[in-house]
């Protein structure tokens, strides 16, 4: 399954099998024995290399995006803190129906290391959400996990830490 398969599955009845592929691909390359180039990656895995210096591989989770005009970043990481890992921005693009008015929305991103984590992350921040009474919607999306890498002159990738300066 390569990026862009990835990317075609991700529905919430397929996370099973995206997790199972990112966590086959993640023990890969922390393993890798393998020479293999940043072109091969992108073909072969739910994986990309970015600026020949990190593997990026995906994995299944969730956003769930709070609609309210009054919320900020340094109030929801208040309210959230303890709660697990994740990430917390601004999306923009975002438009109220049928009249396409912009709106101000607060993401946040699950960035749990597996599926199970993620939604048991998801569902205490909904919890602690709804106990404010705040708008909220959850989505599915996709993390990223980071590995260093190094191109050696050939062309392949060297993930092991101690070939990587």
């Known amino acids: 399954m390569n990026s862009k398969e990835f990317n075609d599955k991700l529905r919430l009845e397929n996370f099973e099998e995206l997790e199972s592929k990112y966590q086959q691909t993640k023990l890969y390359f922390e393993q890798l024995n393998d020479n293999i180039t940043c072109e091969e990656v992108k073909k072969k895995f739910p994986a ?22 009054k919320i900020n970043e340094n109030y929801c990481y208040k309210l959230l803190s303890n709660i697990g890992n994740y990430e917390i921005y601004e999306e923009s ?46 989505h599915v999306a996709y993390g990223l996990y980071s590995l260093p890498i ?7 990738i060297l993930v092991n830490s101690k070939n990587i300066e």
Do not use: M, W
């Open 48 to 69: 990309f290399c970015f600026d020949e210096k990190v593997l990026c591989i995906k994995f299944p989770t969730f956003k769930i995006r709070i609609i309210n005009e």
């Open 150 to 156: 190094k191109v050696d002159e050939a062309g392949y």
């Open 93 to 138: 693009n975002i438009v109220s129906l049928p009249k396409f008015i912009p709106i101000q929305t607060l993401t946040i991103h699950c960035l749990e290391d597996n599926l199970d984590k993620n939604i048991e992350t998801a569902e205490k921040i909904e919890d602690k959400l709804a106990s404010k009474h705040f708008c909220y919607e959850r």
